[in-house]
């Protein structure tokens, strides 16, 4: 079936270092979606990828679609620790179900 | 804009309780909405997807006679944990989103422990 992989599973950083987690889809997405869970708290939304090759930035957060559109991956520039948090991505191949890669669990520490 | 609640945020029963959890999209109409549910430091794990007026799809493995789920309007769908027991304690999300096109936009989560 569809899986969407996540990698790393954990990253532990020193604040000011980088940060990136990538996802790889088994099949073509429509688009992927990037989400952050705080510690004891829900996924909130960040952002949505849909065109081959599309780069986005939000601040010390870049995120990419892969030309293929099968993997995607979230780079934060100079982590603070108030990036702590699971950043799971999202694959949608244009059916219902949206497809959710296991997390990276990432701890900054000061 | 795009505020999903959920309630309640926490439920401590006893087992053999129904539980029952609501979902509300607050300022948009969710033709999907979808539950979720979440172990410690794991993954979200779909349970089951649900559509306006039609009947939820469980994911393999999830009983639907045990996770009842309703989808009665466009702003509203409910979970109910029936006879719920201990294993059942978990974190427990909903989503919901306007079309397949959109994200998902997540509510609070329903922290349930069973004794």
């Known amino acids: 079936g569809q899986q969407v992989m996540q990698i790393p599973q954990y990253q532990h950083v020193q604040e000011g270092e980088d940060f990136t987690t990538y996802c790889n889809s088994s099949?073509?997405?429509?688009?992927i979606q990037w989400y952050k869970q705080r510690p004891g708290g829900h996924p909130v939304f960040f952002i949505q990828?849909?065109?081959?090759?599309e780069v986005k930035k939000q601040k010390r957060l870049t995120f990419q679609f892969g030309e293929a559109k099968k993997n995607s991956s979230l780079h934060i520039t100079a982590t603070q620790t108030t990036d702590v948090g699971t950043y799971f991505c999202a694959g949608n191949t244009g059916g219902f179900k949206t497809i959710f890669g296991a997390g990276t669990r990432l701890f900054v520490k000061a | 804009g795009a505020v999903v609640s959920q309630h309640p945020s926490r439920v401590i029963c006893k087992s053999g309780t129904s539980v029952k959890i609501e979902c509300r999209s607050l300022d948009f109409q969710a033709t999907t909405m979808f539950w979720y549910r979440q172990f410690p430091k794991q993954s979200l794990m779909l349970m089951a997807t649900?559509?306006?007026?039609?009947?939820?799809?469980?994911e393999q493995g999830v009983e639907k006679d045990k996770f009842l789920i309703n989808h009665a309007s466009l702003t509203l769908s409910t979970l109910t944990v029936t006879s719920a027991h201990p294993e059942d304690s978990s974190f427990y999300i909903c989503s919901a989103r306007v079309d397949r096109n959109q994200p998902q936009h997540f509510g609070d989560g329903t922290r349930l422990s069973i004794l």
């Open positions: 099949t073509t997405l429509s688009n």
């Open positions: 990828l849909v065109k081959s090759g």
């Open positions: 649900s559509n306006e007026g039609s009947k939820a799809t469980y």
